[in-house]
């Protein structure tokens, strides 16, 4: 499994671009960037190399966790899948590129989209240095109409991207994303209600053009959890120095919380449950919501039953497990 730490070679390109920059200056930029998306705005704010670097400080670490993580996911489900492409939509500084590039060796040809011209810049200066990224081809343009231009891929990848588009632009853009894609595609949002909600909206909508879904879902149906609950996983990642500095906060790690979709070609053929909360442990059962193949389900699993109940204590949030009911 990859790990959700930056890896090295995206570190050190990180901190060449840090020497000489100002630490209070990113956490005063990166928190204005962050007060914009949460009012419901996007990367218009990041104009120049001090703003696309402190957005970078501030929530490449975070969005590389959950990318990761997602990825995982998908690996595990789809353990033979060896992409040799990769598109990567609203691709910002890399992050998501990083990410696949990590996770899938077989990738060869990376091909990356966004409109905002400062992340751009960063984003190739990141990955100047890299033998397998350094001829990425990096397109300037709006997500839809840079799309269309490219050519399809075995991987594409969105990555908090669709939040920052209206309904109908998402609508649009799924269905040219699904156009796109060769084997996979995999959408990750904020793991938040509407982040969710995002994902719910664009899995039902290339479902009905023939997608399958990979994870987290053990099933093409309906998701059957009801308001106010919402279907998100959690990753923890460590903070670096400079990343508290930025985010002015105390602790070592941060969790981040997202919400992500694989979808896929051709049905795969096993698809276990998904543990859809951190199970609970006592010295009787472990209790677990589990989202199976037949909906939701909690499960209890009795001390008495010892192998079931010592493989029950190492589920996490998130893992995709054998149970089913």
């Not at 990180?14 to 705005?41: E, M, P, V």
């Not at 995982?72 to 489900?77: F, G, K, P, R, S």
């Amino acid at each position: 499994m990859t790990s959700p730490d930056l890896p090295a070679e995206l570190k050190a390109a990180l901190d060449g671009k840090l020497r000489g920059f100002s630490r209070s200056d990113a956490a005063g930029r990166a928190a204005a960037i962050s007060k914009t998306y949460r009012d419901g705005g996007g990367s218009g704010t990041i104009r120049s190399e001090t703003d696309a670097l402190a957005y970078a400080l501030a929530r490449m670490p975070a969005t590389y966790a959950a990318m990761t993580a997602s990825l995982n996911a998908l690996v595990e489900i789809k353990p033979d899948f060896a992409p040799n492409s990769l598109v990567d939509i609203g691709a910002g500084p890399g992050t998501a590129t990083w990410a696949a590039a990590e996770t899938f060796p077989s990738l060869q040809r990376f091909t990356l989209l966004d409109s905002n011209d400062a992340l751009r810049t960063l984003a190739l200066d990141l990955v100047a240095d890299s033998f397998r990224l350094r001829e990425a081809s990096y397109q300037r343009g709006e997500a839809r109409a840079a799309l269309a231009n490219a050519d399809t891929a075995d991987l594409v990848v969105a990555s908090y991207m669709i939040g920052e588009i209206g309904d109908a632009e998402q609508r649009a853009l799924a269905e040219l994303m699904w156009q796109k894609t060769r084997d996979t595609l995999l959408v990750v949002e904020p793991g938040t209600p509407a982040g969710y909600a995002r994902i719910i909206a664009l899995r039902a909508q290339l479902i009905t053009l023939g997608a399958h879904v990979a994870a987290p879902c053990p099933h093409d149906g309906e998701c059957p959890l009801q308001p106010p609950d919402w279907c998100h996983f959690t990753q923890r990642l460590q903070r670096s120095r400079a990343h508290k500095q930025v985010k002015g906060a105390e602790l070592p790690f941060e969790d981040e919380k997202f919400s992500y979709v694989a979808l896929t070609r051709a049905p795969v053929v096993h698809r276990p449950s998904r543990v859809l909360a951190q199970p609970v442990v006592s010295k009787v059962e472990v209790t677990a919501k589990l989202c199976t193949p037949a909906g939701l389900a909690l499960t209890k699993v009795p001390r008495r039953a010892k192998a079931d109940y010592a493989g029950a204590r190492r589920w996490r949030w998130g893992d995709a497990v054998a149970q089913e009911s």
